[in-house]
């Protein structure tokens, strides 16, 4: 079947998201976070793409780029295959490390923008692990001290400064903003996936959990790609709590 071609943004800015072939994890150490950065920075050097935010979650990467001359496609091949050789050079492993199209979406304006890069850095905290502040790979901290890999420029602009980003940060986004490219598996792959997530918590003891923990695993699933209806056949939570998990 062919792939649709990407939707094209009129203002160069995508929210882009990478993810772990079969859920597997990305990253094993901070060595390999730095790899991933580093050569992102190099790709988007030489391609003219400017990293406005970025997140590294265990298996998957969110990222906040400019791309005004529509290089975008090529920066990322250039990012996600160095990164996957060195991976599979490293432990010894053979096999995509990445699924094998990275899936993006337009940002058109500024509220929206600013939206994304909170999404981003909010995910650590969406994920039940710890605050946006307290996750050391992520832009966030950028943000707030040297930048490195990051263009924070425009976003503090918008922001009034540091003070007005770390306020805006913590302001609750609720339903405002999601990521909204959804690319349909398999139910069988949906199941696979979802105990690659959910790890030593079993699905059938997930409508159990504490709230905010099944909350949290719920939108991890979610974002792991997995429908409402799918979680819910899986788990037998009920379609409107699925829904409203963040």
């Given at each position: 079947m062919p792939r649709c071609a990407r939707v094209k943004s009129e203002s160069g800015f995508y929210h882009v998201i990478a993810k772990g072939s079969g859920?597997?994890?990305?990253?094993?150490?901070?060595?390999?976070c730095q790899a991933f950065l580093g050569l992102l920075s190099k790709a988007c050097e030489k391609g003219g793409v400017r990293v406005i935010a970025y997140c590294l979650m265990s298996n998957h990467v969110h990222l906040l780029l400019e791309d005004p001359e529509s290089h975008l496609g090529e920066v990322m091949k250039s990012a996600l295959t160095g990164y996957a050789q060195r991976f599979n050079k490293?432990?010894?492993?053979?096999?995509?490390?990445?699924?094998?199209?990275?899936?993006?979406?337009?940002?058109?304006?500024?509220?929206?923008?600013?939206?994304?890069?909170?999404y981003i850095h909010n995910n650590p905290e969406k994920a039940g692990i710890c605050q946006a502040s307290a996750f050391p790979w992520s832009s966030y901290h950028e943000y707030v001290g040297t930048p490195i890999v990051a263009d924070t420029a425009?976003?503090?602009?918008?922001?009034?400064?540091?003070?007005?980003?770390?306020?805006f940060s913590a302001q609750e986004d609720g339903d405002d903003y999601r990521f909204r490219e959804r690319t349909?598996?398999?139910?069988?792959?949906?199941r696979c996936l979802a105990e690659r997530v959910l790890?030593?918590?079993?699905?059938?003891?997930?409508?159990?959990?504490?709230?905010?923990?099944?909350?949290?695993?719920?939108?991890?699933?979610?974002?792991?790609?997995?429908?409402i209806s799918q979680i819910q056949r899986l788990t037998g939570i009920g379609r409107n709590v699925i829904a409203r998990a963040k």
């Amino acid at each position: 079947m062919p792939r649709c071609a990407r939707v094209k943004s009129e203002s160069g800015f995508y929210h882009v998201i990478a993810k772990g072939s079969g859920g597997q994890n990305l990253f094993e150490g901070p060595y390999d976070c730095q790899a991933f950065l580093g050569l992102l920075s190099k790709a988007c050097e030489k391609g003219g793409v400017r990293v406005i935010a970025y997140c590294l979650m265990s298996n998957h990467v969110h990222l906040l780029l400019e791309d005004p001359e529509s290089h975008l496609g090529e920066v990322m091949k250039s990012a996600l295959t160095g990164y996957a050789q060195r991976f599979n050079k490293r432990g010894d492993r053979v096999g995509h490390v990445f699924q094998q199209r990275f899936k993006s979406q337009p940002v058109e304006n500024e509220d929206y923008l600013l939206r994304a890069v909170r999404y981003i850095h909010n995910n650590p905290e969406k994920a039940g692990i710890c605050q946006a502040s307290a996750f050391p790979w992520s832009s966030y901290h950028e943000y707030v001290g040297t930048p490195i890999v990051a263009d924070t420029a425009l976003v503090l602009e918008l922001c009034g400064g540091v003070e007005g980003f770390v306020a805006f940060s913590a302001q609750e986004d609720g339903d405002d903003y999601r990521f909204r490219e959804r690319t349909r598996i398999s139910d069988g792959e949906a199941r696979c996936l979802a105990e690659r997530v959910l790890g030593e918590v079993a699905l059938s003891d997930l409508k159990a959990l504490e709230r905010s923990r099944r909350n949290a695993l719920l939108f991890e699933l979610k974002n792991a790609g997995l429908s409402i209806s799918q979680i819910q056949r899986l788990t037998g939570i009920g379609r409107n709590v699925i829904a409203r998990a963040k």
